[in-house]
């Protein structure tokens, strides 16, 4: 346990450390748009980190994932508190180096890569409710896309870790795709789907971060647990396509002709003769 904890420790200071640089470059470049090459660093930085974590520790890297593991009995309570406590320190000591390392004015400009909902730029940004949902939301697009397949044994078989890993960071640069472009506003950050993320440039930069910086826990912890609640809900097997009787065409045609045509189904059983079917 402790190796793994050392390890979420590790990549959460090298993930911060990188993903921070590489938005801050994006950011500050001078593309026409440079939030739209935000998502794409997502998307490969994730990926790395992910195909490299998983067969170590699981992966985590985040507080979220580790809360949905330990609801969905992936993880024990104890390995989940060390996991988020060497999280929030790994995230401290990342941010730290790029505070040691970055230009004075970009850590002022981009708040120190933080998770803000006003700027330091402008005196606007996006409401503290607003920030809420928009967290919420994406936050459980993240888990139902990515968690779904990811703590499926069987499908995450079948398709091996490198797709498992395509799929969780797909999901994740779709998520600040849509919180920085679509409901983005000036001032407000994007989504930060991780709490350790936002911890730690609040605690070494302060000002604004700390502004609303409630929405960044508590908006991942609630699509936790609504994503938990829909998740034992949703079936355990896989389902199967089997054409019978209540095929649209076939009704349509017996209701206006009585016609019915079988011949495509009379080989089948009977009881599998209803649609969709689950497999077992």
Avoid at 33 to 59: M, N, R, Y
Avoid at 83 to 98: D, H, K, T
Avoid at 113 to 132: E, P, T, W, Y
Wanted: charged share 10%; hydrophobic share 50%.
């Amino acid at each position: 346990m402790w190796r793994a904890a050392l390890t979420e420790l590790t990549a959460t200071a090298s993930l911060m450390f990188t993903l921070t640089t590489s938005i801050v470059a994006c950011l500050d470049s001078e593309e026409v748009d440079p939030k739209l090459l935000v998502p794409f660093a997502v998307f490969i930085i994730a990926f790395l980190f992910l195909l490299v974590t998983v067969p170590l520790s699981g992966g985590h890297m985040s507080p979220v994932f580790t809360f949905i593991g330990a609801l969905k009995g992936v993880v024990t309570l104890t390995r989940a508190l060390i996991y988020v406590l060497a999280q929030c320190i790994g995230s401290i000591i990342g941010f730290f180096i790029l505070k040691c390392v970055i230009d004075p004015k970009l850590a002022y400009t981009y708040s120190l890569g933080g998770c803000a909902i006003d700027g330091q730029r402008v005196s606007f940004g996006i409401k503290a409710q607003n920030a809420l949902l928009v967290e919420f939301a994406c936050t459980f697009v993240v888990l139902f896309v990515g968690v779904t397949l990811a703590f499926d044994k069987k499908r995450s078989r079948e398709l091996g870790l490198p797709m498992v890993c395509l799929v969780v960071a797909g999901a994740m640069a779709l998520a600040v795709f849509v919180s920085i472009t679509v409901t983005g506003q000036p001032g407000y950050a994007g989504v930060g789907l991780n709490p350790a993320r936002c911890l730690g440039p609040a605690l070494l930069h302060g000002g604004s971060l700390w502004h609303g910086h409630w929405v960044f826990w508590l908006g991942p912890f609630l699509a936790c647990m609504l994503y938990y609640v829909v998740s034992i809900n949703l079936p355990k097997e896989d389902l199967v396509w089997v054409e019978g009787e209540h095929d649209v065409l076939n009704l349509a045609l017996a209701s206006c002709f009585n016609v019915y045509d079988t011949s495509f189904s009379k080989d089948l059983p009977q009881e599998r003769s209803a649609g969709f079917q689950l497999q077992v």
